[in-house]
C-alpha cells in the first residue's frame, strides 16, 4: 500500500544547533502536512504545502515540498527548548485518508 | 471556539471488557477522525465519518468499532479488550478529510 517514510526517527542536537527531517513517499502527493506534538501533548498543526516546489518559513521553521511532489522537509534553525517534542508529516495520496509518518522526536540538549 | 473534547481522559479496564470513548469536534467541523498512538506504532489510523457515515476505515479488527450522530458528536468502542489496546486515542475533527486536523487531548486507555 502507500506509505510515507518520515526519517530520522530520533534526533538529539544542542541547543542552538540546526535540525532537520524529512518525510519521502513513493507515490505523488497532492499536499502534505506537518504537526508538532510536545511531550504529554496532542498533535498540532503547523503548516500545510500544496505546491510543487514551494517553501514556506515560519519564524525559525522552514518546509519545503520537492518538486516532484513525492518529499518534503522540515527544518528548524538555532534550535531552542521550545522545540522539543515529536514532528510529523501527514499526507495525502490523492482521495484517500491522511497518512501520519512514523514521527520524528527531538530532544534538545541545554 | 471550543476545541475538540475528548472524554474521559483517563480510562483504566480489564482485559474483556468493552470500553466507549466520545469526541465532540469542534463547531462545523463534520469530519472526524479517530488514531490509535502508541510508543511504538506512532499514529495509527483507526477510522473516519463525515455527516454520520464511515468513509474510511484503517486495519484494525473489528472489535474496534464507531459511529457518529447528527451533531457530528463521535463515539468509538473497544469490544473485549486486550492488553495491547492499550494506548492514547486521538479523535480529529476537520471541515473535510484532507483539511487540517484539530486534535483533541485525546483519551489514555490502559488496560490490565
Known amino acids: 500500500g502507500q506509505q510515507v517514510m518520515q526519517i530520522p526517527q530520533y534526533q538529539h542536537v544542542q541547543e542552538g544547533e540546526d535540525f532537520t527531517t524529512y518525510c519521502n513517499s513513493s507515490t505523488t502527493l497532492s499536499n502534505i502536512q506537518w504537526y508538532k506534538q510536545r511531550p504529554g501533548g496532542h498533535p498540532v498543526f503547523l503548516i500545510q504545502?500544496?505546491?510543487?516546489?514551494e517553501v514556506k518559513k515560519q519564524k525559525r521553521l522552514t518546509f519545503q515540498f520537492g518538486e516532484a511532489k513525492k518529499n518534503s522537509s522540515l527544518h528548524i534553525t538555532a534550535t531552542q527548548t521550545t522545540d522539543v517534542g515529536t514532528y510529523f508529516c501527514?499526507?495525502?495520496?490523492?482521495?484517500?485518508?491522511?497518512?501520519f509518518g512514523t514521527g520524528t522526536r527531538l530532544t534538545i540538549i541545554p | 471556539k471550543a476545541g475538540v473534547t475528548q472524554t474521559p481522559r483517563y480510562l483504566i479496564k480489564t482485559r474483556g471488557q468493552q470500553v466507549t470513548l466520545s469526541c465532540s469536534p469542534i463547531s462545523g467541523h463534520r469530519s472526524v477522525s479517530w488514531y490509535q498512538q502508541t510508543p511504538g506504532q506512532g499514529l495509527q489510523f483507526l477510522f473516519e465519518y463525515f455527516s454520520e457515515t464511515q468513509r474510511n476505515k484503517g486495519n484494525f479488527p473489528g472489535r474496534f468499532s464507531g459511529r457518529q450522530f447528527s451533531n457530528s458528536r463521535s463515539e468509538m468502542n473497544v469490544s473485549t479488550l486486550e492488553l495491547g489496546d492499550s494506548a492514547l486515542y486521538l479523535c480529529a475533527s476537520s471541515f473535510d478529510r484532507e483539511n487540517i486536523q484539530y486534535f483533541g487531548a485525546g483519551t489514555r486507555l490502559s488496560v490490565l
Open positions: 504545502l500544496v505546491k510543487s516546489g
Open positions: 501527514a499526507v495525502n495520496f490523492g482521495n484517500e485518508k491522511l497518512t
